[in-house]
């Protein structure tokens, strides 16, 4: 039991650390699921959100819904991780919000110790009419990890809904990162946004693969991925929204910075299938100046320490 | 040496692209002055910035440099700044996503929120500046004025200005040149590039600098004069000329 109390004292730590709503753990008017390896370890729902979650033998298996008409005040902070060096965590869960309910998620996937470890998540979301949804999902990964990081997520979304998702891995090695977002936009007006940060370092190795498809009338998509890369690492961005629907809209907007020995690959692909559709696209590949680096070793930052607060910002 | 120098340039030679830009520059800084140095554009005053500051690039082929008593020719940029030297570049870098308060705090990591308010007070800017981002959203002017009250903060032994007052208008240049009498009253020695004569007025000493060469040191009044009446007709001189005036000049 007390170890219990530790492995929670600790993520829960992390987590508050690493920015998000503070001190929502423990407590009464806010919800929360702190998950290490398969063990539950703390859950509390509030009226009109039900959570459903039954651990299995290599992680949980949860079902979150947000009833009609809905607003939950503050962010449902969700926390999973291992404080383990070797294992494996499967996250699956199926999240919906009902007709006109809205709702923000924070969360936190902490490994500091993992060198050998999988950490998969399948989420499965779906949003009804009017609703509105946000996910964020902040990572903290410890300095030597060669973790294996496989978020996939389908998400759909109905008419007049809103999804915006949020995925950021900038402390400690990113490992093997492999994000999966296949997002199919279907009702009438209905809006998705997607923004990927991501700072792989040594021999890391990051994918990012995004694919929207706007098959609702006068829908939107917005694809940022903002990526940076040194030392051996090699980033690969696949951005594609396809345009499949009367007035749809859809812009891809990718950044790689690397520096060292890094390779980057950036694929922003555009399709309009339908001839009434517009989507865009931007991608770009660069080095930091040189002058940008010296300028801060001018005031007695070392090189890496320059480099990191020039992508610090970048990634902000 | 009997009179103590901070700063000791001794013959260096400095090329790019095979193309030699410093040819045996020597010169010296001394403790608490403000040392100018002159030059038309070209002369190669920014390339001795760099050198002095230690850019890999323009790391010179012969000559040495003394700072402070010890021989930094080989040190790096870094290992210069903690010794106390540093650099208000000519085009300062521009940070995107950096706001102007982190930017501060890295000259000085304790200084608290009103010693960064007052180093902006310094260069006429109000403390809103703080939460602003030092990217292309700022002007030309106001990303000089950043760098000044960042060098401010760092209360550096050796603060080298590459042309401070370019792009300041001329109501914050007042202010500007005040800032070289506080850093130096406050301990710092100032070496400042320019070809402003009022800029120029402002300096204890200074140096003239024509093709890669230093071919005139004194008061600030007499390279000043010296600038204004022979420099100028010098103005469509082809570098090749100028090299051969600067010979002639010793
Ligand atoms: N990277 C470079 N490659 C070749 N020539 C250069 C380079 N940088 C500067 N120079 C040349 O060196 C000379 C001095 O330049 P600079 O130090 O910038 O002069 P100043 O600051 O006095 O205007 C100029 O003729 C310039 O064209
Ligand atoms: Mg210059």
């Known amino acids: 039991m007390d170890n219990v109390t530790e492995e929670y004292k600790t993520l829960v730590a992390i987590a508050e650390k690493t920015g998000g709503e503070a001190g929502s753990f423990g407590s009464e008017d806010a919800i929360y699921v702190v998950v290490h390896g398969n063990n539950i370890l703390a859950s509390h729902a509030l009226p009109g959100v039900r959570i459903e979650a039954t651990e299995t033998e290599d992680g949980i298996d949860a079902n979150i819904t947000v009833e009609a008409g809905v607003t939950v005040p503050k962010p449902v902070h969700l926390c999973f991780g291992h404080l383990a060096t070797m294992g494996r965590q499967v996250i699956k869960s199926r999240i919906r919000l009902e007709e006109k309910a809205s709702a923000e998620f924070q969360a936190h996937c902490i490994f500091p110790n993992a060198i ?18 946000s996910y964020r999902e902040v990572h903290v990964h410890g300095p030597e990890g060669r973790i294996d990081v496989r978020p996939v997520s389908r998400v759909r979304i109905g008419e007049g809904a809103t999804y915006r998702g949020d995925f950021t891995l900038v402390e400690g090695r990113v490992g093997n990162l492999a994000i999966d977002i296949d997002v199919e936009a279907f009702g009438r007006r209905s809006r998705v946004e997607i923004t990927s940060k991501v700072y792989g370092k040594y021999d890391d190795f990051c994918q990012v693969r995004d694919i929207v498809r706007l098959t609702g009338p006068e829908s939107s998509a917005l694809i940022k991925a903002r990526v940076v890369l040194k030392d051996r690492s090699q980033g690969k961005f696949l951005g594609l929204v396809d345009g499949a629907a009367q007035g749809a809209r859809g812009h891809v907007d990718c950044t790689e ?13 555009v399709q309009a299938s339908h001839p009434e559709a517009e989507v865009t696209h931007e991608a770009a590949i660069g080095r930091i100046a040189d002058e940008k680096i010296q300028g801060l070793m001018a005031k007695g930052l070392s090189t890496d320490d320059a480099i990191d607060f020039v992508v610090s910002g970048l990634l902000r | 040496m009997l009179e103590p120098q901070l700063l000791f340039v001794k013959g260096i030679e400095v090329e790019r692209e095979g193309n030699p830009i410093l040819r045996g520059i020597s010169m010296q800084v001394k403790p608490g002055e403000i040392c100018g140095v002159l030059g038309r554009n070209g002369a190669g005053k920014s390339s001795l910035a760099y050198a002095i500051m230690g850019l890999p690039q323009y790391a010179p082929k012969s000559g040495r440099v003394w700072f402070n008593g010890q021989d930094i020719t080989d040190w790096s940029v870094t290992e210069r700044a903690r010794a106390g030297i540093t650099l208000a570049w000519q085009h300062p870098a521009r940070y995107e996503g950096i706001p102007v308060r982190d930017y501060l705090s890295l000259s000085n990591p304790e200084a608290g929120e009103n010693e960064l308010s007052e180093a902006l007070k310094l260069v006429q800017m109000e403390s809103h500046y703080l939460d602003r981002l030092v990217d292309k959203g700022l002007s030309g002017g106001e990303r000089k004025r950043i760098e000044l009250s960042s060098i401010y903060l760092m209360k550096p032994k050796l603060a080298i200005l590459d042309e401070p007052d370019s792009g300041v208008d001329l109501l914050a240049l007042g202010e500007v040149m005040g800032l070289f009498k506080i850093l130096a009253t406050g301990g710092s020695s100032v070496l400042i590039i320019t070809h402003r004569e009022d800029v120029a007025a402002a300096c204890d000493r200074s140096y003239l600098m024509c093709a890669g060469k230093m071919i005139l040191e004194g008061s600030a009044e007499a390279v000043k004069r010296y600038f204004l009446s022979q420099c100028e007709p010098c103005l469509d001189l082809e570098p090749s000329k100028a090299r051969e005036v600067a010979a002639s000049h010793g």
Not at chain 1, 116 to 133: D, K, Q, R, T, Y
Not at chain 1, 260 to 269: D, I, M, N, Q, R
């Open chain 1, 116 to 133: 050998e470890f999988l950490h998969a998540m399948e989420g499965e979301i779906h949003l009804g009419p009017h609703s509105n949804f």
């Open chain 1, 257 to 269: 910075v690397i520096q060292g020995e890094a390779k980057a690959v950036a694929s922003p692909v």
